[in-house]
């Protein structure tokens, strides 16, 4: 055995509730119950295999006894795999709390010893699937923020519930009556359940839905149903047309709309965003539970986005723009900037104004919305300008296709194409242009953008590490230039779009005091008011 | 005009960058023609008014070849501050960028080998910011060497944790 110490543990100590504690170093297992969970989880392959199997041996002429037998023979195989591997690392896991270091070691062939300080630890996190949390489980992983993606992060799978939230507050330093004390920033409620199908997944989610299907229908010898059944439907959408293409319309977009809703409720159910010292909490999830823990020092601001069918129904998302903020983690749903379910407008706004003041009390730059300054007509004109420029084009391309393609079909739809794409052309152009505005508050630059997507951003002014100034021949002969403010979180830059030449210079050289000004001349003729 | 501007920043490329780029420019736009004079030869039946319009193609390659250098030449510009680096460039669209001291994370200078024939450098000034990269271009390789080392040291010297 490669651990001495743990061979010595009486074993009694191993079928505890809680991590067994051995007392000379303080070096302790993971949650024992894990087994079960593996155990569970192996059914499902064991599903697998048992259907594969089966067809298999119905192809051979094998009788019913046959096979059952070699079904439950491979079943217990599986199973007993299974439980052997994970035996064997949670025997060889063992974690301990010093008062300097959080320690891991691990590895069935290679042996890891892994070690974080804890005053570097920034982030906490639980996750618990459905099956972890019937036994009581939770999977811990504690950060140190440093950078995203780089394996800093020491993952403990599982801990019993009770020991991973006395290691999430002993570490993040957490007293519980502070907790309750203050009152969470956001909660769910379930009437918001009516933004979800206000996405694009609703019109996407079936198609995907029976892409997902397909293959393993296939691998499990369904293979000539399924071409059956699509040559039918096939075969049904030719005749008819004029019943089948909306029927199926409709089928697509009451099954997305239903796939959206359970999405919306398995990611967002018990969703509550809370204010703990210097960091904020994020739980959610009905059947797999999520804590997450973003330490507000590496906040720079928040994000209101508004897809178009959301901003239809009066909803919108709010967003964090933090520093060192993972891509969206493999199986999850959400991705890890997002604060708050699609919400009502208005309350997404109370919510981003809390949030970007967070740690700094008293200072409510965004509330109620700041008035945002409109771009000049110019921008506007810009915009149709190019719509139109676009529209020809692409109606001149049609006319082209539709005189030397050979297939009627072209011919009958094309007229379709200086019909829409004007008018979805202008619409983006005029709605882009509306959108477009800027303010500059206490401690934030506000800047919004987007005709499909609307995006406000308000980012820390002492976020901003850098101007990008652009100014395109056509922006410079309609006075406009782009101002974009450089920064180490989110997306990198934020920009204000073309904004007025003067009022541009004017915004970025105010945001960040002392920065640009050295690299302006103002004209002394004109007297500035 | 606007009564705000921004001032062009005080210094220019090394003048030998306009050497270096226009070879550079030649071997990407001499092929370009030759290319096209020798395809009017030897695939058509060489009309008058095609040759024309070739042999202009032809010339407007080198031209801008020849040209494009000393106009860029006259844009790009640069400056460095106590307080931030400030550059200039782009012909049709102007772009200018500010980089303070105090997010500068990494100061590189680059050689290439034929960039070394004319004595030159490249360098860059790299913030926290994945867009905030400052590249001064076509530096006497001296001058680079010892700006790289002047800003590490202003870099140093200032306080903050760059991000």
Redesign the interface.
Known sequence: MSEPDAGNLPAHHRDRQGPALDAQSGWRRLAGRSLWVSGAKSLALVAGAVAGLTRFLLGQDWRAGGIIAACAGAAVLIVAAVLAYDLARLRTTRWRLTPERLELRSGLTTRQHRSIPRDRVRSVDLRADPILRIFGLTVVKVGTGEHAGDHTELTLDPLARNDAETLRRTLLHQDEEREARDGPLAELRWSWIRYAPLSVWTFTASALVLGALYKPLNAIGLKSVTSRAASDLWGWIVEQPLTAVPLLLAVNLTVGALGATLLFAESWGRYRLEHEPGRLRLRRGLLTTRSLTLEVRRLRGVEISEPLLLRLGGGARVKTVATGLGEKAKNETEDAAALAPPLPRDLAWRLAAEVASAGVPGSRVLSGGTALIPHPRAARRRRVVRASLATALLAAAAGVASSLAPWPWVRAWVWLIPVVVPAAGMWGAVEGARNLGHALGARHLVSRKGAVVRQTVALDRKGISGWTITESYFQRRSGLLTVSATTSAGRGHYEVVDVGHETGLELASRAVPGLLEPFLVRGKTVAKQ | ???????P?RNQADPRVIPWWTVQWLLLMAPLAVAAVAAYWIFTERPLWLGAAVAAFAVACVVLALVAPRAYYRVERW?V?G??V?TRK?W?????????MS?IQRVDTARGPVQRLFGLADVTVT??????A?KIEGLDHEVAAELAERLTAITQATPGD??
């Open positions: 005009m606007s009564a705000t501007m921004l001032r920043p400056e501050t307080e931030a400030y782009g049709l669209t102007h772009t200018w960028r500010v980089a303070p997010r913030t926290a910011s994945s867009a905030g400052v760059a991000t």
